[in-house]
């Protein structure tokens, strides 16, 4: 459980930067980082396939970032590979799409009320949050 809250905390940092600057704390990301790889080399709480998958989530979004020309955050996959380290393949992959489907429903909503526009830039570490803090109550 240490875990989730590690990330929660990780999250919330990174949204509020990401909300006020539209910016991801990478000395942030470095410290969480190899705190994660410390913490899983003395407790050998995940395998490394699981290790490697979890970052392998972030990699995949940081392919997408390279691929649309940074329409997709470069930090965003920065942070997921973070997250990957505490989390593991599957939670990862399961925060990143909650994150996406309740991006997606806020800002359809948006859309349909005339809040937000078609090609407007928006922080998404908010939503990963907002997934973590959900997958922390309801366990």
């Given at each position: 459980?240490?875990?989730?809250?590690?990330?929660?905390?990780?999250?919330?940092?990174?949204?509020?930067?990401?909300?006020?600057?539209?910016?991801?704390?990478?000395?942030g990301l470095g410290i969480f980082g190899a705190a994660g790889i410390l913490a899983n080399l003395l407790l050998r709480y995940q395998t490394g396939f699981e290790l490697a998958a979890?970052?392998?989530?972030?990699?995949?979004?940081?392919?997408?970032?390279?691929?649309?020309?940074?329409?997709?955050?470069?930090?965003?996959?920065?942070?997921?590979?973070?997250?990957g380290i505490y989390l593991g393949g599957m939670d990862n992959l399961r925060l990143l799409m909650g994150g996406m489907i309740l991006c997606a429903l806020v800002l359809g909503m948006g859309l349909l009320l005339g809040k937000a526009r078609w090609k407007q830039q928006f922080p998404f570490v908010p939503f990963l949050c907002l997934v973590q803090m959900g997958r922390i109550l309801w366990r």
């Open positions: 459980m240490w875990r989730e809250y590690c990330v929660a905390l990780l999250l919330f940092w990174n949204g509020w930067m990401d909300l006020r600057r539209h910016e991801i704390s990478l000395p979890g970052i392998g989530v972030g990699v995949f979004v940081l392919a997408a970032a390279a691929a649309t020309k940074g329409a997709i955050g470069f930090g965003d996959g920065l942070l997921l590979c973070v997250t």
